[in-house]
Nanobody, 116 residues
């Protein structure tokens, strides 16, 4: 089993930056990818960015050049980060961390609001 705990959301003005963190614990040796999804009311959850254990990254077209995903390993945890720059109002959503693109492993979600 893998547990995911997120932090770092909040309110930011357009053009601003935020960094989200997601720390995975438990059976981290089974994790080959960590990803960030976002969801707004009435819409499906969409993949924003992901990073594999080998360091390969993938981004939605809407965030390319503005968001950066990374991961960091410690003794018993792995933490994924999502650095979000040049934020736009349309980036407003609840952001969820995920492991292995699996519906079994989700973080609790963190609200990101981009508004003046």
């Amino acid at each position: 089993q893998v547990q995911l705990v997120e932090s770092g959301g909040g309110l930011v003005q357009p053009g601003g930056s935020l960094r989200l963190s997601c720390t995975a614990s438990g059976s981290i040796f089974t994790i080959y990818a960590m990803g960030w999804y976002r969801q707004t009311p009435g819409k499906q959850r969409e993949l924003v960015a992901s990073v594999t254990s080998g360091g390969s990254t993938n981004y939605a077209d809407s965030v390319k050049g503005r968001f950066t995903v990374s991961r960091e390993y410690a003794a018993n945890t792995v933490t994924a980060y999502l650095q979000m720059n040049s934020l736009k109002p349309e980036d407003t959503a609840v952001y969820y961390c995920n492991a292995n693109y699996s519906p079994q492993y989700w973080g609790q979600g963190t609200q990101v609001t981009v508004s003046s």
